[in-house]
């Protein structure tokens, strides 16, 4: 009798204390994730110059550079303030990387998002955003995850930064945020059978809705992402619109599909070095959950997501125009030498010189961040011997994103207590 009542007693009081800890844990979260109310302090616009800037640590001369950056005594000093439109799934994460240790190495001030890793998306970007921001404070990069807002986003860096983004297919673009975030928007639920994907493009009218939560991520992504309405229809004069006004913000536009071509236009753009654009593949996913459009839900992909599709094509020419001018043997000649120097580094690092399963990665500060409902992204080992010169390097080059942004002091923890409900829950 006694043991029953304790047994009912027990796993009620159990209940109780997790559901009060669970529906805190949403609460606390629902609090510190949206946007704080800020106090009107007087806000004095940035000045034009930074005022701290860090001196410049080399200043190498310029050889044949089509970019004609050439500075007093034919030389170009590395540029350093630069915004990085982080669009989604076009493997900005390896780009960040990237971005992250050339700011590392020069002592650039980075604006991050605080709490999480994304400054509030898919709200538009605010200045207000921004870790420890104070009226008239200059940063030099700004990299994660936002709505595009350009005028907020210049209040946070000087006015001669660099705009830089990358595009990638929006077919492609569409099936990787389709199978990665399709289940964030409920309207996919409803959708029957096992190829949702091919159901949806089938007739992606009846089962969008412009107005359902998340929706954004099933229609002109790219689009969305640059601050531009992403419900626009082809012939809505808008399209030209948004696409010019892009084209007029940024410098350079690269291409997932020619990352190492884009690099190399990176690195004479801005005056960096070779060595500034080593990089290993972050946030792969595993072959199996890669799936291959056919010819006819590619053209349907395309066709819903026209106003992405233009855009793309866009750039695409300037792209071409752009390596025309760079030289198409020297871009290939510099792309070969960068493929060759990023296989020495795999060999150097890299534990059997390929990226594993996640459930094979020994250090969890390997472990890359999974999408809902699976363990598809792959990662890297450390190898365990590498010599004391390359230790450091290696271990940068293969540190995921979250882990990345902690070590370089930004508190992630919504996007952590996230992903402890998430293990808890199993999903
Ligand atoms: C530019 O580079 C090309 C190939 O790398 C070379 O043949 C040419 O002489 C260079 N021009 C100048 C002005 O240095
Ligand atoms: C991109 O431009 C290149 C060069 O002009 C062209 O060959 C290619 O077909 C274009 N790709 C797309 C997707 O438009």
Redesign the pocket.
Known sequence: MFGKHGRQWRSMCKGLVLGTLLTSCMILLYCLSAPQVHFNLLEVPVPYSCAHRPAPTHVKPI??SSQHTVGLAGVCTPKMDIMFMKTHKTASSTFLNILFRFGEKHRLKFAFPDGRNDFFYPSPFEHTMVKDYRPGMCFNIICNHMRFNAPEVAKVLPTDMSYITILRDPAELFESSFHYFGRLAPMTWKIPGEDKLGEFLHDPHYYFDPDGFNSFYLKNLLFFDFGQDNTLELGDPKVEEGIHAIAGRFHLVMMVEHFEESLILLKDALCWEMDDLLFFKLNVRKDSTVSKLTPELRARALEWNAADWKLYQHFNTTFWRKVEAY?S??IA?DVAQLRRRNAEMAAICIEGGHAVDAVNIQETAMKPWQPIGEKSIMGYNLKKNVDKAHRELCRKMLTPELQYLTDLGVNLWVTKLWGHVRDLINW
């Open positions: 050889i044949n030289g043997q020297r000649d």
